[in-house]
């Protein structure tokens, strides 16, 4: 075997093996980008208690509507697809998202009570039916008057 055939098999060998690491550099590169485009868990916390604020002052109530999203590195890739439907949805314009932790997104909807949360939820599981096998949801109110989950 040449020198040249040995370069080329090593480089074929190393390809090879790139190839099956993408996936997986793929799958990050998802995530990463998932959470540069949400609102870190920090500021949303402080958006969510801005929205407490507004609340209290006007004496209008709001919803926070939380998607768990549980701790499979897969459900980062539908993450993102949530996050588009969400984005895309007709009240997007009037609501803030961010992280809550590691696996829980949050959606807060102002001038909003537990009724909208509900159907704000629904839409979006209308929109991505695959939502339900991957994530659940609770809604909490401002002043607190209900909670529900949706399964999912």
């Known amino acids: 075997m040449t020198i040249i055939q040995k370069l080329a098999a090593m480089f ?40 407490r604020e507004r609340a209290e002052q006007t004496g209008q109530e709001f919803s926070l509507l939380v998607f768990e ?41 102002p001038n909003t009570p537990f009724a909208g949360g509900r159907k704000f939820a629904e839409d979006i599981y209308r929109l991505m039916p695959e939502a339900t096998s991957f994530c659940s949801y609770k809604i909490f109110t401002y002043p607190p008057q209900q909670e529900a989950e949706g399964e999912g």
């Open 12 to 51: 074929t060998d190393k390809f090879k093996f790139l190839q099956k690491e993408e996936p997986a550099r793929d799958r990050a590169r998802q995530k990463v980008k998932l959470l540069q485009q949400l609102q870190p868990a920090s500021d949303f916390q402080q958006m969510l208690q801005r929205e």
């Open 69 to 109: 999203l549980g701790e499979d590195a897969a459900n980062y890739e539908l993450a993102q697809k949530l996050w588009q439907v969400i984005l895309s949805s007709p009240k997007a314009g009037f609501s803030e998202a961010g992280w809550l932790s590691n696996q829980s997104l949050g959606v807060i909807l």
